[in-house]
Nanobody
Framework: QVQLVESGGGLAQPGGSLRLSCAASGRTFSSYAMGWFRQAPGKEREFVAAISWSGGSTYYRDSVKGRFTISRDNAENTVYLQMNSLKPEDTAVYYC????????????????WGQGTQVTVSS
């Protein structure tokens, strides 16, 4: 079992920044690839970013490339999502997730999920 707890969400102005954290506990964190997903009201959950177990490979949805950065600290059992140049369309509940397979854009391949943290981008 892996328990995931997100933090760092909140209200940001357009063009602003937020840094999300996801703290993991339980089984060996470094053996899992990690992903960030988001879900806006009335919309389906969508892939945001993913990172391999080593941190050597990262993946992003096109709309966040160049603005968001996923990273991990295996010594601290934490994965991060640095979000810059935020836009109103980034407003959603953000979830981190863990998979024992390779990093994937498909939410169905992730076994463990956090409870989510709200990100609202508005002036």
């Amino acid at each position: 079992q892996v328990q995931l707890v997100e933090s760092g969400g909140g209200l940001a102005q357009p063009g602003g920044s937020l840094r999300l954290s996801c703290a993991a506990s339980g089984r060996t964190f470094s053996s899992y690839a990690m992903g960030w997903f988001r879900q806006a009201p009335g919309k389906e959950r969508e892939f945001v970013a993913a990172i391999s177990w080593s941190g050597g490979s990262t993946y992003y949805r096109d709309s966040v490339k160049g603005r968001f950065t996923i990273s991990r600290d295996n010594a601290e059992n934490t994965v991060y999502l640095q979000m810059n140049s935020l836009k109103p369309e980034d407003t959603a509940v953000y979830y981190c997730a863990a998979t024992g397979g390779g990093p994937s854009i498909s939410w169905s391949l992730y076994e463990y999920w956090g409870q989510g943290t709200q990100v609202t981008v508005s002036s």
